[in-house]
């Protein structure tokens, strides 16, 4: 009885998305182009859902978590929300404007324009340890460029996700967006959405970019990895370690651009030890407390214990930043670790992290931080600290990443006229500001032909005067 009610109940939700699914794109097609008001009034309705919701979005991820400071869930999510909205629409008036290009000169009276358009209906997947920003981030972006949405949030924010679905719900029309609990990601991604966005891991994209195919849906895909941090001879090791470790640990690690391991000049490493014990503990005397987020669930919590133990039981020292620290198996709470001497076949420098565990390894020369991070996949960002601009070019062009902060880390993210998006394993596509609106449009080219050409030469039959005149063309320079 109990299957037959699991199944039942996934029926429905599957039909539910293709009703919705259905109704979003005869919605498209009766208004294929709103106008720059009706989009503005768009994206203030989502700025007020945040603003008038503050205090119960801050509970709602706190319950997801088990624990997570509301202060945290204000600053990185609730005001980089409502700030990218806002930075949307002082711009999206010169975004939409369609944009001039240069014609041929067999057409030299002629006009060439791009025109962004609605692609239609985008489907938009969350996942849980930034459930607001990676929500309402790519949302912004998709109203912006004038489409309709639906919205699958992760299994682990449902308190965040039934809140959202209830204020979505009660301030827009289902047929313009819609958050729909309960859906299976299956369910969710094989419809055939105009563009589909999806952030989690590598294996699930590629899950999702394989549901897309079949539809041939233009996918956006940010997958994370491992982002490598580099501090060079001539930056102040304790600045940089206040700056590494305070990105390192909000979230408690869990973090796509979180640093995830840490080249040090040689000579380098016990300073950055000695200061990361002095700094983490001003921070979180008491992982305990309500500063220092939870591990999201269980098995998070057991990975991350197992990353640990894996490295120590092959030769790696463990170094706890907070005294008297310990683990917290009730309410999930990891204590921040550096890790010393990491090995290539240790697990913690061969998966993401997504924690706070930070693996410290030295170096000679910056020739041997470039050959080991082009060795791997190409991560999601990239952090080096230097002062010298020829060592910080040298890193920017020798490396590839889908993101770089120069003397701090992850702070790209938060520019809203940068564009975010990963490369190879890290993802594929952008989105941010002016880059989110043109990867949720279709930038249609339109040629106007002019009154008077040049074209009706060279209609045939061909005869020589029509080779004189390609002669002529192929050595005119403009």
């Known amino acids: 009885m109990a299957q037959t009610a699991q199944l039942r109940r996934i029926e429905v939700a599957e039909n539910e998305a293709q009703r919705v699914f259905a109704l979003q794109r005869e919605a498209h097609l009766r208004n294929p182009y709103p106008s720059l008001g009706e989009r503005i009034e768009r994206l ?3 700025e007020r859902i945040l603003l008038d919701n503050t205090a119960a979005i801050a509970e709602a991820i706190d319950a997801d978590f088990g624990h997570r400071a509301t202060e945290e869930t204000l600053l990185l999510e609730v005001f980089t929300c409502v700030d990218g909205i806002r930075h949307t629409i002082k711009h999206l008036p010169r975004w939409m404007r369609p944009e001039r290009r240069p014609v041929s000169i067999l057409f030299a009276t002629g006009a060439s324009r791009v025109i962004p358009q609605p692609k239609g209906v985008v489907g938009i997947i969350s996942p849980w340890n930034y459930p607001l920003l990676l929500t309402v981030s790519p949302l912004t972006s998709v109203l912006a460029a004038g489409n309709r949405a639906m919205v699958k949030m992760a299994s682990n924010s449902q308190h965040l996700c039934r809140l959202l679905a209830e204020k979505v719900r009660a301030a827009f029309p289902e ?6 609990p309960g859906i299976r990601a299956q369910d969710f991604s094989t419809l055939p959405y105009d563009h589909l966005i999806f952030t989690g891991s590598a294996d699930a994209g590629r899950t999702v970019m394989r549901a897309a195919a079949e539809n041939l849906t233009p996918v956006t895909l940010e997958l994370g990895g491992k982002s490598p941090t580099i501090v060079c001879d001539d930056f102040d090791i304790e600045e940089a370690a206040s700056r590494i470790l305070y990105g390192k640990l909000i979230n408690a690690g869990q973090t796509c651009l979180a640093p995830d391991y840490l080249f040090l000049p040689e000579g380098a ?56 620290a310990t683990f917290n198996d009730e309410l999930r709470k990891f204590p921040p670790h550096l ?25 000679r020369d910056l020739d041997e931080v470039v050959a080991y991070v082009n060795a791997h996949d190409r991560p999601l960002g990239l952090y080096i600290f230097t002062h010298d601009r020829t060592r910080e070019e040298k890193v ?34 952008q989105y ?24 009706h030469l060279f209609y045939p039959p061909y005869t020589p005067r029509h080779r004189r005149i390609l002669d002529l063309l192929l050595r005119w320079k403009r």
């Not at 047929?175 to 729909?180: D, P, R, S």
């Not at 001497?341 to 420098?349: A, K, N, Q, R, S």
């Not at 449009?441 to 009154?451: A, D, Q």
């Open 269 to 324: 490493r016990d300073r950055f030890v000695d200061a990361a014990r002095r700094i983490v503990p001003q921070r979180y005397p008491d992982t305990n407390d309500r500063s220092y987020t939870s591990i999201i669930d269980e098995r998070s919590y057991r990975r991350l214990r197992a990353t640990l133990e894996d490295a120590q039981q092959k030769g790696a020292t463990a170094v706890p930043l907070v005294p008297g």
């Open 339 to 363: 890790v010393l001497d990491p090995t290539p076949e240790m697990t913690i420098l061969q998966e993401e992290i997504f924690g706070p565990l930070l693996p410290v390894k030295t170096y």
């Open 432 to 455: 941010h500001g002016r880059e989110g609106f043109l990867e949720f449009s279709k930038l249609r080219p339109v040629f106007t032909n002019p009154r008077v050409s040049m074209l």
């Open 44 to 46: 203030r309705i989502l």
């Open 396 to 429: 920017l062009f020798a490396t590839l990443s889908g993101g770089v902060t120069v003397n701090n880390v992850m702070l790209h993210v938060a520019q809203h006229d940068l564009p975010f998006g990963g490369i190879g394993a890290s993802g594929m596509g």
């Open 175 to 180: 047929e313009l967006v819609a958050i729909l």
